[in-house]
């Protein structure tokens, strides 16, 4: 097992990829190719002097793709770029999957032109793990598409069960498609013809199901078109921040609650944190033909050690295999 | 002034529809019809023997619009049910505005039915008010429809803009058109189209804003279509749910997390009010021929004399008369 990882992606790029796979060979043996400027990269490496050397390679690329970039254009003409270099790896079989933290839509274009799409997908869908109070609920699609029509929908739903059974080990996911009223008769209409798609699919489709249901862990697959996942998954970043920003303001009001905030620090902590995608490994582009994981521009070491171990999951369980043969199954 | 509360709708009804007129007459002299079974409503004025007498009266109707039921149909069927009498009111100039926190549809249909639209407005909106880390933004629509065009959200920015402005006192409120992205070029056909309605609307336009911008408070007014907004608004009200019942079991946790958890209580408290609906007082269906507010199932007394007191601010500020001389003066 190797993953590629872009070294140049993310905010925090290079000393954080760097670091997380370093992690992840420490602590799960899985190996990494870390891909971008060998000089940087190898610099950072030289920071942690017993690092698993046999575990951590670099392949060397010259060009960084900038969040300013434009994606398609970026990717187009940046051949030589860490993250184009880092899906050729994939597409030649060098590694088992990529992980980029560095800006979404070159992400996920460079995976779409390299890999290509598994045959019969119209469409790939970014799939985002997201914590409930049950336990991870995967949402898509989270922003590969702008627009979606029903046979997408049906697709994303085929492909987060999949994805929800293998990686996140849920035997039997329940389906349920993102709407403003349990009724099948409430909806646009996408969504009332992808209910009745759905509701012929043979996957376990609870019915459609409301926005205050997603964190509550009602469905295991949540389905929406890429505007509407993604603006609920940017909206739930801003709420958390919101949130937590608001409650350290109360925390500091006075002496008193000064000193109950110490006591409850650990407990805070981690709550913030079960509600971190840090913990959840980032987010794969499902439909394309390799395991590529999507990670949040923010990432620091954890998340891409998480990201490169969904990753090996995804691989292990051959998702893309499986992904494959249900289409094939169902003549779609 | 005088504003009809429909007595008979919410979960808390009638007890909590009375109480916050009772609140709403002792503390704003605000005057308010209690719409509904006589007896019930007298039973329960019965219990406060100091209540304002000149200010609180009683309409009778006897038929009352469950949540079960089918909203047009019920308000079609059920005349002298105490929503559709309410809105009776207010179309006769009896009152005011109407209140109802009973079924959302059928406070919608109700008002749409009985007072009619605005002449020019194509489709009303539910203008959400939603507490962000700097104050208050008005999100709209918030589902009063399933599917619109950009003819109708730039309508609903128009009017966002004069409630904004008249009732939350935002001088020269500023519009953000919710999106995938920043850049023009983001978003579904739907986005794309009405950004470009947008910037031609001599409107105070930001330009797209995305969902984690929502309640950092970028904009004082959000646009979005129903079936996105009424997403939001239901995720935002779960994810509070969520965020609340997680952060009561860490408090528990251990001892001494319980003693910091009392500690800081009264801040939490305060806390959790600041994103609560209730004190920003329903929301209203802006768009049809008079002031409707429609409340949430939940309220209680709170919630229902802070939709009194927004009702009146409505009226005062004569919003239905701003929106239609917009509209003229537009030739919309």
Known sequence: MR?????????YA???????SIMAAKEKK??????????????????????????????????????SDHPAMAVRKKRDS???????????????????????????????FVLGRISGINRPAIAIPLPTVKGVTVL??????????????????????????????VATPKVGLLSIGEEETK????????????????LDFLGNIEGKDILMGLADVVVCDGFVGNIILKFAEGMSSA?????????????????????????????????DYSEYGGAPLLGVKGVSIISHGRSDAKAFKNAIIAAANAVEQDVIGKIQSSLDRNGK
């Open 3 to 11: 993953i590629a990882v872009d070294a140049m992606g993310g905010d």
């Open 14 to 20: 290079p000393q954080q990829a760097v670091f997380g």
């Open 30 to 67: 899985i190996a990494s190719v870390l891909v971008g400027r060998s000089e940087e990269i190898s610099r950072e490496l030289a920071r942690y002097p017993d690092y698993p050397q046999d575990l951590i390679t670099i392949q060397e690329a010259r060009e960084v793709v900038e969040f």
């Open 82 to 112: 860490s993250i184009v270099v880092a899906n050729q790896l994939l597409k030649k079989g060098e590694v088992d999957a990529v992980i980029s933290a560095g800006s979404t839509g070159a992400s996920m274009t460079a995976s779409l």
């Open 140 to 169: 898509l699609d989270a922003g590969a598409n702008a627009e979606n029509d029903p046979q997408d929908l049906v697709q994303f739903a085929v492909m987060g069960t999949i994805y929800a059974s293998a990686v996140l080990g």
């Open 187 to 202: 909806g646009n209409k996408l969504v009332l013809e992808t209910h009745q798609l759905l509701k012929e699919s043979g």
């Open 243 to 275: 949130l937590f920003q608001k409650m350290k303001e109360a925390l500091l009001q006075s002496p008193l609650t000064k000193l109950g905030a110490l006591a409850i620090k650990p407990s805070l902590k981690q709550l913030k944190a079960s509600f």
